[in-house]
């Protein structure tokens, strides 16, 4: 026992007293020596925060000294060992990261990824390109011009080619060109603007980083490219995909988004933080606490972004683009992404690029052509006993979407009650159990998901064969989201919509796009969408799509007008028979007094913009 009156420190107490003498073992319980930088997770409970090693949490005086015997940012490493492969990196990465030597493993980054893919099925899609100078689309992956840390990431994530989207996306991002995308659902678009901002991260390498801040022990971090996401697992479904192709580069990705711990996402920040995948709500508050500056940016991402600002996400977007110190277009690339890109949207989105190239891929804004569309008229009371009809015809994963949570939790009890193997995802679900649902859907173990438009968006969920619109929804852009989770990647898939009197709002819409894709139409839903007040009643004159780079519209004019420019890329045609664009024209026309579409012709007339 210590002397009498002495005072001990908390952690010491209880503690046996040390060995003494010249051949004394080590303390057992002393702790092992281990780098701030890189401590394992902490193995004390979630609710207790416990800062790394050497002070870098909310407590623990981190010091500057700190700072200096931490290893060196992505910019300037220097090869301290042998890489994946045997060899140094190329460029002006010099070698390995610290980081590389603790990624994961291949197989663990990789693991079920792209299985399945049809590379070929993409061939046929068309792509067109306006703005000015817009430059060539590569071919291959190899022929890109890539870092050769990325081509070797690629190689392990199963991508034998790039699709459309990629092909324009990386020529134009690699150029510096600030990009708005719309490309049909599933076409590749997350790995069209991570490989090539990755690329331009690691050839251009970081920039110095400003002196620790020394607040309460807080420090700041400084990423380098930012992506904005509208719903939680969008936001983790890129993060993964950003693990892939950040694997053994050096550069470290981080995802923040609210409904988290966010004591498990700031130690994250505090091990490294290049790239930042975020919602807007939690990036904001991490940027009021002082945990993340905006001063460095140099690539931002918004992806979804006709949903972000569609979703009310508007304010916090501008505030995070114009008053959080980010630098000012122009002086950053800015790249927006979606499926749907209405005109009002991208007069919106303009005030945050400059100079800006628009790439539209596929039938955009509508449904690619691997998806077949059945509309089948059911009245209320007999949905439940359809949907089990449907389930029993069409085998693998099925996602059922509804109009509200109540409609979600009561289908997913009348599923388990029929001996139905279901689960539900919405918003009043917590985070971990919105994540358990979803894991437990791509495994398999409940093949039936009913979810609301939460899942709707973005998200990435392979193998899915059927999507069932039990609940139809009144805006032709959310059919078209909800039924792209089905026919991704190049395979097939089917979609089922249940419609009755009361989704008139959308059959004059719902008409044309199945015309538009040419698919299959029933009979009464001729005679019903011609009794119908609703729709767009022609959508491609209000830009419900967003297929065509509106500023043709604004500054077109026949006989050349004042756009004036080349014609529009294009391998392919867009028309149909109806629906028009200006006077009945099917992207079969001149743009500003120029020729028509290479390869085009679609549509019954020619006229010019």
Same mark, same amino acid.
């Given at each position: 026992?210590?002397?009498?009156?002495?005072?001990?420190?908390?952690?010491?107490?209880?503690?046996?007293?040390? %060995?003494?003498?010249?051949?004394?073992?080590?303390?057992?319980?002393? $702790?092992?020596?281990?780098?701030?930088?890189?401590?394992?997770? %902490? #193995?004390?409970?979630?609710?207790?925060?416990?800062?790394?090693?050497?002070?870098?949490?909310? +407590?623990?005086? =981190?010091?500057?000294?700190?700072?200096?015997?931490?290893? $060196?940012?992505?910019?300037?490493?220097?090869?301290?060992?042998?890489?994946?492969?045997?060899?140094?990196?190329?460029?002006?990465?010099?070698?390995?990261?610290?980081?590389?030597?603790?990624?994961?493993?291949?197989?663990?980054?990789?693991?079920?990824?792209?299985? !399945?893919?049809?590379?070929?099925?993409?061939?046929?899609?068309?792509?067109?390109?306006?703005?000015?100078?817009?430059?060539?689309?590569?071919?291959?992956?190899?022929?890109?011009?890539?870092?050769?840390?990325?081509?070797?990431?690629?190689?392990?994530?199963?991508?034998?080619?790039?699709?459309?989207?990629?092909?324009?996306?990386?020529?134009?991002?690699?150029?510096?060109?600030?990009?708005?995308?719309?490309?049909?659902?599933?076409?590749?678009?997350?790995?069209?603007?991570?490989?090539?901002?990755?690329?331009?991260?690691?050839?251009?390498?970081?920039?110095?980083? $400003?002196?620790?801040?020394?607040?309460?022990?807080?420090?700041?971090?400084?990423?380098?490219?930012?992506?904005?996401?509208?719903?939680?697992?969008?936001?983790?479904?890129?993060?993964?995909?950003?693990?892939?192709?950040?694997?053994?580069?050096?550069?470290?990705?981080?995802?923040?988004?609210?409904?988290?711990?966010?004591?498990?996402?700031?130690?994250?920040?505090?091990?490294?933080?290049?790239?930042?995948?975020?919602?807007?709500?939690?990036?904001?508050?991490?940027?009021?606490?002082? +945990?993340?500056?905006?001063?460095?940016?140099?690539?931002?991402?918004?992806?979804?972004?006709?949903?972000?600002?569609?979703?009310?996400?508007?304010?916090?977007?501008?505030?995070?683009?114009?008053?959080?110190?980010?630098?000012?277009?122009?002086?950053?690339?800015?790249?927006?992404?979606?499926?749907?890109?209405?005109?009002?949207?991208?007069?919106?989105?303009?005030? =945050?690029?400059?100079?800006?190239? =628009?790439?539209?891929?596929?039938?955009?804004?509508?449904?690619?052509?691997?998806?077949?569309?059945?509309?089948?008229?059911?009245?209320?009371?007999?949905?439940?006993?359809?949907?089990?009809?449907?389930?029993?015809?069409?085998?693998?994963?099925?996602?059922? =979407?509804?109009?509200?949570?109540?409609?979600?939790?009561?289908?997913?009890?009348?599923?388990?009650?029929?001996?139905?193997?279901?689960?539900?995802?919405?918003?009043?679900?917590?985070?971990?159990? +919105?994540?358990?649902?979803?894991?437990?859907?791509?495994? !398999?173990?409940? $093949?039936?998901?009913?979810?609301?438009?939460?899942?709707?968006?973005?998200?990435?969920?392979?193998?899915?064969?059927?999507?069932?619109?039990?609940?139809?929804?009144?805006?032709?852009?959310?059919?078209?989201?909800?039924?792209?989770?089905?026919?991704?990647?190049?395979?097939?898939?089917?979609?089922?919509?249940?419609?009755?009197?009361?989704?008139?709002?959308?059959?004059?819409?719902?008409?044309?796009?199945?015309?538009?894709?040419?698919?299959?139409?029933?009979?009464?839903?001729?005679?019903?969408?011609?009794?119908?007040?609703?729709? #767009?009643?022609?959508?491609?004159?209000?830009?419900?799509?967003?297929?065509?780079?509106?500023?043709?519209?604004? +500054?077109?004019?026949?006989?050349?007008?004042?756009?004036?420019?080349?014609?529009?890329?294009?391998?392919?045609?867009? !028309?149909?028979?109806? !629906?028009?664009?200006?006077?009945?024209?099917?992207?079969?026309?001149?743009?500003?007094?120029?020729?028509?579409?290479?390869?085009?012709?679609?549509?019954?007339?020619?006229?010019?913009?």
């Amino acid at each position: 026992q210590p002397p009498k009156g002495k005072y001990i420190p908390p952690h010491l107490r209880n503690r046996p007293p040390p %060995s003494v003498g010249p051949g004394a073992e080590p303390s057992s319980t002393a $702790p092992p020596t281990t780098p701030a930088t890189f401590r394992a997770e %902490s #193995t004390q409970p979630s609710s207790s925060f416990h800062p790394p090693s050497g002070g870098t949490g909310f +407590r623990g005086g =981190f010091s500057r000294t700190h700072v200096e015997q931490r290893a $060196p940012r992505w910019g300037d490493l220097e090869s301290s060992g042998p890489s994946l492969e045997g060899t140094r990196m190329g460029g002006r990465w010099g070698g390995d990261s610290p980081f590389s030597k603790k990624s994961e493993p291949a197989p663990t980054v990789f693991n079920g990824m792209n299985t !399945g893919i049809n590379f070929d099925r993409y061939d046929n899609i068309p792509a067109e390109v306006s703005g000015r100078d817009p430059p060539p689309e590569i071919e291959t992956f190899e022929k890109s011009g890539l870092h050769p840390r990325l081509l070797k990431n690629i190689v392990l994530a199963n991508y034998t080619k790039p699709t459309p989207v990629q092909k324009n996306a990386i020529s134009i991002i690699c150029n510096g060109r600030d990009l708005m995308v719309s490309a049909q659902t599933g076409s590749g678009k997350t790995a069209a603007f991570l490989l090539p901002t990755l690329h331009k991260m690691l050839e251009m390498g970081a920039r110095p980083q $400003p002196p620790v801040v020394e607040f309460g022990g807080r420090r700041v971090a400084y990423p380098t490219t930012l992506i904005l996401a509208p719903t939680r697992e969008l936001a983790s479904q890129i993060y993964d995909e950003s693990r892939k192709f950040c694997h053994f580069s050096g550069i470290q990705p981080v995802v923040v988004y609210g409904g988290a711990d966010i004591r498990d996402q700031l130690r994250q920040i505090d091990r490294g933080c290049d790239l930042i995948v975020a919602c807007p709500g939690r990036l904001v508050d991490l940027i009021e606490r002082g +945990r993340i500056s905006l001063e460095l940016i140099r690539f931002l991402i918004l992806d979804e972004a006709d949903r972000m600002l569609d979703m009310g996400f508007e304010p916090q977007i501008r505030q995070i683009v114009q008053d959080c110190g980010m630098p000012r277009k122009g002086s950053r690339q800015t790249l927006m992404f979606s499926a749907t890109f209405p005109k009002e949207i991208q007069r919106l989105a303009s005030d =945050f690029l400059e100079d800006y190239i =628009f790439l539209a891929i596929g039938r955009v804004g509508s449904t690619t052509d691997f998806i077949r569309q059945r509309v089948e008229f059911v009245e209320e009371p007999y949905k439940r006993e359809f949907v089990l009809g449907l389930l029993n015809q069409v085998s693998g994963l099925t996602l059922v =979407f509804v109009e509200t949570k109540r409609g979600a939790d009561a289908l997913e009890m009348f599923l388990i009650q029929q001996g139905y193997p279901a689960t539900s995802i919405h918003g009043d679900r917590t985070q971990q159990e +919105r994540e358990a649902a979803l894991r437990s859907f791509k495994m !398999g173990r409940t $093949p039936i998901l009913v979810a609301t438009d939460v899942a709707a968006r973005g998200l990435d969920i392979p193998n899915v064969t059927h999507v069932i619109n039990y609940d139809v929804p009144n805006d032709i852009d959310d059919y078209v989201h909800r039924i792209g989770r089905t026919g991704r990647a190049g395979n097939n898939g089917l979609a089922t919509a249940l419609v009755n009197e009361k989704n008139k709002n959308i059959l004059r819409d719902l008409l044309e796009l199945l015309q538009e894709a040419g698919q299959e139409i029933p009979p009464f839903l001729h005679s019903m969408a011609s009794f119908s007040a609703g729709g #767009t009643s022609g959508r491609g004159r209000k830009g419900r799509f967003g297929g065509r780079d509106y500023r043709r519209d604004d +500054r077109g004019g026949g006989g050349g007008g004042s756009w004036g420019g080349p014609p529009p890329r294009s391998s392919g045609g867009y !028309g149909g028979n109806s !629906g028009g664009y200006g006077s009945g024209s099917n992207y079969g026309g001149s743009y500003g007094g120029g020729p028509p579409f290479v390869n085009g012709g679609g549509g019954n007339f020619h006229s010019s913009w």
